[in-house]
């Protein structure tokens, strides 16, 4: 059996889409005459357009160059993608601020309009990201090594702040599958300090179910050859 090629996409990819289907379902039971329930709501969205915003950024600036560099105009439809998807992102936020200073029911009709918006957004998304999953991935794997794959996943790594990464874990460790969690964890445990990892550690637990957190001890606790 051949070894999976490495994929970039996957991981952030799960973690997108688990948030976005989280806010979608959200905003659709919001209540509008629930100021807190409401604002909320919108606090959620503002947080999924700003790190759909950074994830665009960072495809923008590291994965779309390393396409083009050796397969011109490989990245140019996804480009276009991003550039629509940055102007929806405008116009949804656009739309929270609307929602939270209306009032009555002006403010009913606004959330109802956002939430209808934000549906399409999810659905370009999602058939977006499928583009990259298989048609990037095929350039990205006909031209480039896995050993070049890691290195330039490594260099979109080191410029995510702590507090962004913090904010994707929240949404990609209960997206994985146990197989993918414990790889992740097991890679995280080599490059970190012993105390950092425990509050990793401890995080991944608190998002997952027992039976998955009792899998994840599992993986990590067997000899390295088991573990793999």
């Known amino acids: 059996m051949n070894k999976p090629r490495i994929n970039m996409y996957a991981g952030i990819h799960k973690a997108l889409r688990n948030f976005m289907s989280d806010t979608q379902a959200r905003l659709s039971r919001t209540d ?5 329930d409401l604002q909320g709501a919108l606090a959620q969205v503002r947080e999924l357009l700003s790190m759909m915003r950074k994830h665009l950024q960072h495809e923008h600036d590291f994965v779309h160059p390393a396409m083009n560099a050796r397969r011109r105009g490989s990245a140019q439809v996804a480009e276009g993608d991003h550039d629509h998807h940055d102007w ?3 116009k949804l936020l656009a739309l929270c601020d609307h929602c939270a200073s209306a009032i009555g029911a002006a403010r009913f009709q606004h959330l109802d309009h956002l939430h209808l918006q934000l549906s399409v957004f999810v659905g370009e998304n999602l058939v977006h990201m499928n583009l990259e999953e298989t048609e990037h991935n095929a350039v990205l794997w006909a031209c480039y090594s896995d050993e070049e794959l890691h290195a330039i996943h490594e260099r979109i790594l080191a410029v995510i702040p702590p507090e962004e990464m913090q904010a994707t874990m929240r949404w ?9 969690r414990a790889g992740m964890l097991l890679g995280m445990r080599a490059g970190m300090p012993p105390p950092v990892f425990e509050g990793v550690l401890a995080m991944a637990r608190s998002l997952i179910s027992e039976r998955d957190a009792a899998k994840l001890d599992a ?3 067997a000899p390295p050859a088991l573990a793999a």
């Open 172 to 180: 990609m460790i209960p997206a994985l599958n146990p197989a993918e």
């Open 219 to 221: 993986a990590l606790a």
């Open 88 to 90: 929806a992102i405008d």
């Open 32 to 36: 509008a005459a629930d100021n807190d």
